[in-house]
């Protein structure tokens, strides 16, 4: 499909522009990240503890954020789980918080008592089933013994409850109720749960109107750890592309290559500095799915010119190069706008789980796309024209 027939745009012409643009933005989020001292980093790279909390209501995030304060959580942040529906928040408290192993424990108590305050902690005497574990069931049962298994023995009472308590919270935990009861009565489609059972539950849980789902707790040094190696791991994917294309093409188009996708990460993060949007590893996972397909998107382009260059045995190079991203251009307008289309939907609908991840990557794509033209063509016109093969002129000559 070709949305344009035979264009003669002369795209070097105009490249200025958009280096002036490249380096206002670059500049701007250095200056950003400066005056932010640092990016801003997520949980899972400045430590601290994640609780995913479902409620049977919607909940009301003023006033969850306004009970936490109260308890001296003032640093904790809330942002919805899932579509509204779900009816979930994730709770966040940050390294201040938690600045050691029991405190990270404690932070996560420490939610799940202002959650107790706010909602109820039911009767008293009764312990919350929502939120209970295995062991708490099984010794309640066991104390209860609805079932008589004790005279067949404490050790097969021990393990009839136990394996009784596993299905039921088990069954508690399974979608759709993921976690979240509204009624022990529903414990009746457990496989062993009888009528006695279901009472003797009753006389010693309560169903509290939210249940913790998930935790997860990240130390500093894990944070520290986390950082690195993601800095790691992107530097290494920029060196393989780098040493790929050297092989493939040559040594000036892996050059341009990682240049143009280096510029690429640096705006990304420069922007998500200027907007104050945390660095998750989610985010880290978008960058580098910027990588490739910025990567992708620049060789296309240097492989046109690498055809036009052997097929065109002699020619001005900047012209050969206008000539073969306008003949990628269709190509490229298909590919980057349905790209787009379709990471723009997961920004607008994909929840807030998503929503970093999804930004990087409507930034990204349209960052990438223009770079490939603006950013890493020129480079290698600018090599080919002081460095290029006869020595002196911007001819291009294949023996």
């Known amino acids: 499909m070709e949305f344009f027939h035979e264009p003669k745009i002369n795209w070097m012409e105009i490249k200025w522009y958009f280096i002036a643009l490249s380096l206002a933005l670059a500049l701007i989020g250095i200056i950003s990240m400066v005056a932010h001292k640092g990016l801003v980093y997520g949980i899972d790279f400045r430590g601290g503890t994640l609780v995913d909390v479902k409620f049977t209501q919607p909940p009301n995030v003023d006033t969850i954020r306004h009970e936490l304060d109260r308890a001296g959580l003032r640093n904790a942040t809330i942002q919805g789980l899932g579509p509204a529906s779900d009816n979930a928040v994730i ?179 420069g922007i998500f500095s200027l907007v104050n949007k945390e660095i998750s590893l989610t985010v880290i996972a978008a960058l580098l799915t910027l990588v490739g397909y910025s990567m992708n998107d620049t060789i296309v382009v240097f492989d046109r010119i690498r055809e036009n260059v052997h097929a065109t045995k002699r020619g001005e190079f900047i012209k050969l190069v206008d000539h073969s991203i306008n003949q990628t251009l269709s190509r490229t307008i298909l590919t980057s706008g349905l790209t787009f289309l379709a990471v723009l939907s997961l920004y607008l609908f994909g929840g807030e789980v998503i929503h970093n991840f999804a930004f990087a990557l409507v930034v990204g794509v349209i960052i990438g796309t223009y770079s490939s033209i603006f950013i890493a063509s020129p480079i290698v016109v600018y090599f080919y024209q002081r460095f290029g093969r006869d020595g002196v002129s911007a001819r291009v000559k294949v023996a």
């Open 91 to 269: 709770i966040g408290l940050d390294l201040q918080t938690t600045a050691s192993s029991n405190a990270l424990d404690t932070g996560k108590q420490a939610i799940v008592s202002s959650l107790s305050n706010l909602y109820g902690k039911g009767p008293a005497g009764l312990t919350d089933f929502n939120n209970a574990s295995p062991r708490t069931v099984a010794d309640h049962l066991i104390a209860e013994d609805p079932l008589g298994a004790t005279a067949k023995g404490l050790d097969t009472a021990g393990k009839t409850y136990r394996d009784l308590a596993d299905a039921v919270v088990n069954y508690r935990n399974s979608p759709p109720r993921s976690g979240l009861l509204t009624d022990l009565g529903q414990l009746s489609n457990v496989p062993g749960v009888t009528p006695g059972v279901i009472a003797a539950l009753s006389k010693d849980f309560y169903l509290a109107q939210y249940a913790v789902t998930n935790t997860k707790i990240v130390g500093p040094k894990v944070g520290a750890d986390l950082r690195r190696q993601a800095l790691y791991v992107t530097l290494a994917g920029l060196g393989a592309m780098l040493i790929y294309i050297w092989f493939r093409f040559e040594l000036i188009y892996g050059i341009a290559a990682v240049v143009a996708t280096f510029h690429d990460v640096i705006i990304t993060l």
